[in-house]
């Protein structure tokens, strides 16, 4: 923040004695308080503005002044749900998103909990914070998947260590909120460690009834962001979660969650929030908060309502008003310029006094961030023929492209190669260090992949599907060749290739690039039978037990909703 120092600086700008770095004159600004646009001058200092009125400074000497006649000015956006590590990384995605107004991120900690040491964690945090955009987190208490060591990682020591952290805003998402309403000891625990601290719980409920609602409520959940008809918003706003709104590539609710609500002439906007939560990198071709707001006004929510939506109302829920949200003396100098309230997009960004676009053209503010600290992906072990063993009666048929049932396995397994006239695959799951594996068949994915291997999962470890156990291999050698990523592979060529060097997971690419990638991949996917929305959220969920009804994990094809192992792991 500002040291004693710096405060004094700033106390003698007001006084008359130092001029500002920064007066943006004529001024028309959105105030959030007293939700009216207002006109004025904005001095800033650094990464803070120090007054905003009708007065201009007695020294002007250095400072740079810009008029903002024919601009309105709205609080830079706040994503209030974002899974930084969706094939970009937080860098890329914050760089990307900056220049659409999007400045400041409060992100999950999974992929970091997951594979890091806490204290390399915040090395990582401390060189975020260095940038100019502001990146706050919240901290998991459980995996959303079965790991084999899931009590040893997810301890209450390593939860607390974050819970400490200022830029730590929350506790969840909860996605083993079943674990709390049960009266698991390390979840109450978790918990209750968060609420000590002051921070907020935020719940995954999808589908909650009012029961559950009220049991969670009491438990100590604050938010949700998981409804998905206007009766589950309305359910959530009655017993007093923050509720937040999702448009996302797997759940694209907010449009007509939004209609409903204006239709039904509900006076709640204040207590809205929205988000993009986690959405892959194609997604947001066309925009990131900066989308959500442009939704807003496109289903009749007043302006000034879908701008306080993506800044104030998330900032006044976390407590961040002081900083955050609020176009005001002492707030951050984060700014979004735009040419009218109706076309979101900014034509300038200012972040904590840094400007991150001017006059339509981005400025490259962002320095590199050192990623080295997250370990390479380099196995190193082969697979062998008696990998590919697939005696299993039981498979995994794909409902869509994230919700996964049981099925009655009736093909021939022990072939080399499936046949393309039906849409069942072979399917592994493999230990990143070779010391295990799960194998089954997964019908519906698709009719035509030969091969396909993927780094990129819920814990790290690699999936294997294909139709051709050779073309497996020979994906999971190329995935292995290049340091991690997805590869497509056909009669012995790799037909698409997404490298994720950072981690075997994250890509080093800009955004544009990126989303040139993934729509390559998903287009090839596409031609070979896959017709689901989402591949990449296959790839993701195909081990995530917060969703129902079986999943492959770390101890075997695992039955949610019995809390049953159906094919156990295989030692290699």
């Not at 390399?120 to 790991?147: C, E, G, H």
């Not at 100590?220 to 937040?244: C, F």
Request: charged content about 20%.
């Amino acid at each position: 923040m500002w040291g004693h120092n710096e405060i004094q600086e700033q106390l003698h700008i007001i006084d008359g004695k130092k001029a500002p770095d920064l007066v943006i004159v004529n001024a028309t600004y959105l105030h959030s308080v007293y939700k009216k646009w207002l006109t004025g001058n904005i001095w800033i200092s650094g990464s803070r503005i120090v007054y905003v009125g009708k007065e201009m400074p007695t020294i002007l000497d250095c400072t740079e002044i810009v008029d903002a006649t024919g601009k309105k000015i709205v609080p830079g956006y706040i994503e209030p749900h974002v899974h930084p590590f969706q094939l970009y990384n937080p860098r890329t995605f914050a760089q990307y998103a900056g220049n659409l107004g999007t400045t400041t991120f409060i992100a999950d900690n999974l992929t970091l909990f997951m594979s890091l040491a806490n204290e390399t964690s915040f090395s990582l945090l401390d060189k975020l914070n260095k940038l100019p955009f502001s990146f706050y987190w919240w901290a998991r208490f459980d995996s959303q998947t079965v790991l084999q060591n899931e009590a040893e990682l997810y301890n209450l020591t390593s939860i607390k260590e974050w819970l400490e952290r200022p830029e730590v805003l929350l506790g969840g998402e909860l996605t083993g909120w079943p674990r709390l309403m049960g009266g698991d000891p390390a979840m109450v625990a978790a918990v209750h460690a968060a609420k000590l601290a002051g921070k907020k719980i935020e719940g995954h409920l999808p589908g909650a009834s009012e029961r559950t609602l009220t049991r969670m409520k009491l438990l100590g959940i604050d938010g949700d962001h998981e409804a998905m008809t206007l009766q589950e918003v309305e359910s959530r706003l009655l017993h007093g979660y923050a509720v937040t709104l999702r448009h996302s590539s797997i759940r694209p609710d907010l449009p007509n969650l939004l209609k409903e609500i204006v239709e039904k002439e509900l006076n709640v906007f204040d207590h809205l929030m929205m988000t993009t939560d986690g959405s892959t990198p194609a997604f947001h071709s066309d925009g990131v908060m900066d989308k959500c707001i442009r939704a807003a006004l496109k289903s009749g929510v007043p302006p000034i309502d879908a701008y306080l939506m993506a800044s104030y109302n998330v900032a006044r829920y976390y407590d961040m008003t002081d900083l955050h949200g609020i176009i005001a003396t002492g707030r951050f100098a984060t700014l979004n310029f735009l040419t009218d309230e109706e076309n979101p997009v900014p034509t300038d960004v200012l972040s904590k006094g840094v400007w991150l676009k001017r006059e339509g053209d981005s400025t490259n503010a962002f320095p590199p961030i050192d990623w080295s600290v997250i370990p390479q992906f380099t196995p190193e072990f082969n697979l062998t023929e008696a990998d590919f063993t697939f005696d299993v009666s039981i498979g995994i048929e794909m409902i869509n492209d994230v919700i996964t049932k049981p099925y009655s396995v009736a093909i021939d397994t022990t072939v080399d190669c499936l046949e393309n006239s039906h849409d069942e695959s072979f399917l592994m799951l493999i230990d990143k260090k070779g010391k295990w594996r799960v194998n089954t068949i997964l019908k519906g994915f698709a009719t035509h992949v030969q091969g396909f291997a993927t780094s990129y999962s819920n814990t790290g470890d690699i999936i294997l599907i294909g139709k051709d156990k050779s073309s497996m291999v020979a994906a999971y050698n190329e995935v292995k060749r290049i340091g991690g990523g997805m590869v497509l592979i056909e009669n012995g060529q790799v037909l698409a290739t997404l490298p994720l060097p950072i981690g075997g997971g994250l890509s080093a690419e800009p955004m544009a690039k990126l989303i040139e990638q993934e729509l390559e991949l998903k287009s090839a996917l596409k031609e070979r039978g896959y017709h689901f929305a989402d591949a990449v959220y296959t790839f993701l969920f195909l081990q995530s037990t917060h969703l129902p009804y079986v999943r492959i994990t770390q101890v075997g094809v695992y039955d949610v909703m019995k809390n049953k192992v159906l094919i156990p792991v295989t030692e290699r």
